[in-house]
């Protein structure tokens, strides 16, 4: 059949350009290793290699152009266009429409993968191009099968972006048709919740993070292959650095789009897709600890590449685990299968196995060093560090796989049914807060401690003496003012404080104020501050939406988050005045309206402020509600809408008003409800008005004025009309006083008109909020910013030490 | 003894705390005829709503709590109550995780996992 309408030389042009990277990188790849192989003498190899990466570089680029043009002109007739935008979509979230597919998100990881290899073929040292670039071009290789799209025989190899709406779903009965294309007039959307500003930046961020990982992974393969074990340390560190510093912003960034428009109230869940991103920022933390170590001791080296290797094969089990579909119920966002988790899975065991053989052959190849381990060396304490943040990547990956140990023993027949633990934080928190004890006690003391030996042990104790006293009273302190409770969130305030302490004095104590030389401290006090942040904001989080309004729900009331807010009618939670204002709509949004007072003790009032949480309408994929925050300096008040009073579909009243009371009457005249008194203005004639929006012959509205007994002031206009031979009847209804009135008749001879009144139980709109304080969550996000700006630093530093070596 | 190997035993040691801890703090998916044999358990029970018996949550009456019903893979039908609001479009949800334990007959929930088997996968035009 011939379909009219269809774009398809976009799609055959992003599809062609998918199939020419793939085939390039294989190219580049097989190149680079006879380039590698034959050493010296070898030029056209080399040629060959390069020209193929860069055009492929090329291809990927107008694979991720095409696919953007496709969803910039909405052209559904491309099944990712329509399942993951609409035509409403404002164009920056149309970039964000890249990370809700598998597809798009590969094409990320691809385009920065093939940007990576085009900067190390120009940067890095001549002698590595070879190695490193074959590795690198063979990982191309893998991502660009994952979206090549390709069916060879009963084998599906990869899922290409450009698939059509009439290939996937073959069996609708709507592409019998030629003209099939006019009937799909908007796409599916994109998930609201991916709506966020934070969701343009944050998955660009991250994919480069893990993109990133490769360039030490690539170093390391190659020293191990070329055999120059050691010596592709110096020029991978930079890397490893940029690495760890962009994967820790990706990572923030997820977390304040968690904190800022999820409503589970907070910036951390150890859900298994947050687990995936934090894994690999651990191991290369690890790796850069051990290739400083080498860097001035020659120590180490086995263990930079170890830790090297782990941190990329960790990028693709993470990988592996978001991507199957083996995580199934146990994570709220990670992608839906594409049935892709045979390819992912060869692919993962192809790299293990491969790196894993290259790091037996050469076991012994690494000199084990004779020297005595002296304990007041500095490097013998970063390399425990090391350990410790290998250890926490351990208990993470641990208890993240639970679903792959059901997976596995279901090949031996056996049903595990282990389900992940029934209160997931304190299963991360029971090791991961020791774990975090241990880093900052190390991160306090081992700068302060001299490569190989340190001579003066004694200042060097009395130092950290005096520091760790102040930090044990003001951490001490805090712990009794802030009331933390359990000693072990004590213990790791005291540490982290020791940490930032210490670490600040060493940029003006030992350094004498050399930034230059300050990345170190300045991650190392950075990552004590946000963990301050974390202790705070997350130990002292208070609810303070919950019930206070003095029955008691039994057990309920210890969980009780949510509360019911009543329009206009004020609520003290703590020593805030809560007050619901109403709603206002900007399709497809409903803004609640929250209005909040802080008072003192004697209800004086110290600040007010308006939060607005937004409840997005949408059909497609459900309503999705978007919580808002205040921020302080010293805290935040977030306040998350559960459900407001249009979320629910309000039900049409059909009693009848015929049976109910009526009374003629006058202007002036008063009617009394039983929640309210209503008094009779005037008669208006709308037959004219807009209001006519039956177009009846003639339109007379009544207008009362209500007065509800609790004294508030409403209006109701019901309206009476003739159509034709007939009479028809508008209800005016006042939902506060609980009245429906009916203007039933008029008599022309008096002037007075038949009124019926209705009473219901009186009703307000009212939204079930959930209201949170986060202290001093603040020091979080500066915690963070410094770390990574100290990873920065460190990596302008190592990038110019590599440099002058060569 | 050099402290490398004893660096090397402690982090062993470790290791093997940091992966076998987890041994006593996973949950277990099961039916309510296990909860019913160990009482107490915190589980997780895969099961599909029983919609003919509806949902029950009145806010006006207490916003933090949510009901409704749930079969087993066995056939066995269970009240659960939640502690919380209703979850965004409960009422299309077919599968549904409960995580809690069972009280005489009727389930404490801790928390809720919905499959829509339509929420992201639409098929049809």
Redesign the interface.
């Known amino acids: 059949m011939q379909y009219t309408g269809e774009h398809l030389a976009i799609g055959n042009l992003g599809h062609l350009s998918i199939v020419l990277a793939f085939t390039l990188s294989i190219l580049s790849s097989i190149s680079y290793f006879f380039a590698t192989q034959k050493g010296e003498e070898d030029t056209s190899w080399l040629k060959i290699a390069r020209i193929s990466f860069l055009i492929q570089c090329v291809a990927v680029v107008t694979v991720f152009v095409s696919l953007f043009y496709i969803i910039y002109h909405h052209y559904y007739e491309y099944h990712y266009a329509w399942e993951h935008s609409s035509n409403e979509l404002p164009t920056k979230f149309m970039i964000s429409c890249f990370w809700e597919g598998q597809e798009g998100s590969f094409l990320l990881w691809i385009v920065w993968q093939a940007l990576l290899g085009a900067l190390v073929m120009w940067k890095a040292p001549k002698s590595w191009e070879k190695p490193v670039m074959a590795v690198i071009a063979a990982s191309q290789v893998m991502l660009t099968s994952m979206i090549l799209g390709v069916v060879i025989g009963d084998i599906k190899l990869g899922s290409s972006p450009f698939t059509l709406m009439r290939e996937a779903m073959t069996d609708a009965p709507i592409f019998q048709q030629a003209g099939y294309l006019s009937m799909i007039k908007d796409g599916n959307g994109l998930n609201p919740l991916l709506q966020n500003n934070w969701m343009v930046i944050h998955p660009p961020t991250l994919f480069f993070g893990f993109a990133s990982t490769l360039v030490p992974f690539a170093f390391a393969i190659a020293g191990l292959w070329q055999k120059r074990y050691t010596e592709w340390i110096k020029p991978a560190l930079p890397w490893a650095l940029v690495c760890l510093c962009v994967l820790g912003v990706g990572i923030v960034m997820g977390a304040a789009w968690a904190y800022e428009s999820l409503s589970f109230g907070g910036y951390w869940n150890w859900d298994p897709v947050e687990n995936a991103s934090i894994l690999p920022w651990l191991i290369i933390a690890a790796a850069i600890h051990a290739m400083v170590i080498f860097n001035t001791t020659k120590k180490s080296a086995h263990a930079s590449a170890f830790l090297a290797i782990l941190a990329f094969l960790s990028v693709l089990y993470a990988t592996f685990l978001t991507r199957s579909g083996i995580l199934g119920d146990s994570s709220v966002h990670s992608f839906t299968d594409l049935g892709l988790s045979g390819q992912l899975l060869i692919w993962l065991l192809f790299f293990i196995i491969g790196s894993a053989i290259l790091l037996i052959q050469t076991w012994n190849k690494y000199t084990s060093n004779k020297d005595a381990d002296s304990l007041s060396a500095r490097e013998f304490w970063m390399f425990i560090g090391a350990l410790v943040l290998l250890l926490s990547s351990i208990h993470i990956v641990t208890v993240t796989s639970i679903p792959v140990y059901n997976r596995i023993a279901t090949w031996f027949n056996i049903d595990l049914k282990m389900a992940p633990p029934a209160d997931v934080i304190q299963a991360y928190h029971f090791i991961q807060i020791p774990i975090a004890i241990l880093i900052t006690l190390g991160s306090a003391f081992a700068q302060y401690l001299k490569y190989r030996n340190t001579q003066s042990l004694k200042s060097f104790a009395i130092k950290m003496l005096v520091y760790f006293v102040i930090s044990l009273t003001i951490g001490g302190t805090l712990f009794i003012y802030a009331e933390l409770g359990k000693v072990i969130y004590g213990i790791l305030l005291v540490t982290s404080i020791f940490a930032f302490l210490t670490n600040t004095a060493y940029i003006f104590d030992v350094l004498k104020g050399n930034m230059k030389a300050a990345g170190a401290s300045i991650s190392h006090l950075g990552f004590a501050m946000m963990l301050i942040g974390i202790i705070f904001s997350s130990v002292n989080k208070t609810i303070i939406s919950n019930n206070n309004s003095g029955f008691t729900l039994g057990d309920a009331k210890a969980d009780a988050e949510n509360i019911l807010l009543e329009k206009n009618q004020p609520m003290r939670m703590r020593s805030y005045i809560v007050t619901y204002l109403g709603d206002s709509t900007v399709a497809p949004n409903i803004f609640h309206k929250v209005h909040y007072k802080k008072v003192d003790d004697k209800d004086q009032v110290l600040e007010e402020f308006t939060l607005i949480p937004n409840t997005q309408i949408n059909p497609k994929m459900g309503n999705v509600a978007n919580p808002d925050t205040k921020h302080y300096v010293d805290h935040d008040v977030f306040t998350h809408v559960t459900s407001g009073p249009k979320n629910e579909s309000s039900e049409e009243d059909t009693t009848s008003l015929k049976d109910v009371k009526s009374f003629w009457v006058s202007p002036g005249d008063t009617l009394h409800s039983k929640y309210a008194m209503l008094v009779f203005d005037s008669t208006v004639n709308l037959t004219g008005s807009e209001k006519n929006t039956s177009s009846a012959d003639i339109l007379i509205g009544a207008r009362f004025t209500v007065f509800t007994n609790g004294g508030e002031i409403f209006n109701v206009e019901p309206m009476f009309g003739v159509k034709g031979n007939s009479a028809v009847y508008f209800e005016g209804r006042c939902k506060e006083a609980g009245v429906v009135a009916g203007f039933l008749n008029v008599n022309p001879d008096n002037h007075k008109i038949q009124i019926a009144i209705g009473e219901r139980a009186p009703e307000r709109d009212f939204i079930i909020m959930k209201a949170i304080l986060f202290p001093y969550i603040n020091l979080l996000w500066a915690g963070t910013i410094l770390l990574s700006l100290g990873t920065f630093m460190a990596f302008v530093r190592r990038m110019k030490l590599a440099k002058n070596e060569i | 003894m050099?402290?490398?190997y004893i660096?090397a035993l402690v982090?062993i040691a470790?290791?093997m705390?940091?992966?076998f801890?987890?041994y006593g703090?996973?949950?277990?998916?099961?039916n309510f005829q296990y909860c019913n044999e160990h009482p107490g358990k915190?589980?997780?029970i895969?099961g599909m709503q029983v919609k003919d018996s509806g949902t029950y949550y009145n806010?006006?009456e207490?916003?933090?709590?949510f009901s409704f019903f749930i079969k087993d893979e066995n056939g066995i039908v269970r009240k659960v109550e939640l502690?919380?609001?209703?979850p965004?479009?409960f009422e299309?949800a077919e599968r549904v995780?409960v995580?809690?334990n069972l009280d005489g007959e009727v389930f404490k929930a801790?928390s809720i996992?919905m499959?829509?088997p339509s929420?992201?996968?639409?098929?049809?035009?």
């Open positions: 050099k402290p490398r660096i982090f470790a290791a705390v940091a992966v801890s987890i703090k996973t949950s277990t998916y099961a915190e589980v997780h895969v806010p006006k207490n916003p933090n709590y502690l919380d609001t209703k965004q479009d299309k995780v995580i809690g801790s996992l499959k829509c929420k992201y996968n639409k098929t049809k035009v």
